[in-house]
């Protein structure tokens, strides 16, 4: 049975930092795709940033040069390190993997961990 756990999120002032962490079982982060997401009250869920096995990223315009992707593969673990955080960064955030990032559906699912940046 595959499960994924996000923690580290939190509260924090703009321009501060978190670090996210994806927790898995079930699965080898080495052989498949990653991504985080996140979702604001009242939004859609939207890609933040994905890794694919061979380690080449995609990230959204909002977020790049600010979060980066890294996996620890003896670990099974996916991290998100988010700094110079902005209070349009509010959000659940989600990982997720599936077998290949060129599938369209993602087959697994976090729970979500809320990331809140005040003003």
């Known amino acids: 049975q595959v499960q994924l756990v996000e923690s580290g999120g939190g509260s924090v002032q703009s321009g501060g930092s978190l670090r996210l962490s994806c927790a898995t079982s079930g699965l080898s982060t080495s052989r498949s795709c990653m991504g985080w997401f996140r979702q604001a009250p009242g939004k859609e869920r939207w890609a933040v940033v994905l890794i694919d096995t061979d380690g080449s990223t995609t990230y959204a315009d909002s977020v790049r040069g600010r979060f980066t992707i890294s996996k620890d593969e003896s670990k099974n673990t996916l991290y998100l390190q988010m700094n110079s955080l902005k209070p349009e960064d509010t959000a659940m955030y989600y990982c997720?993997?599936?077998?290949?990032?060129?599938?369209?559906?993602?087959?697994?699912w976090g729970q979500g961990a809320q990331v809140t940046v005040s003003s």
């Open positions: 997720a993997a599936k077998e290949l990032c060129w599938y369209p559906a993602w087959n697994y």
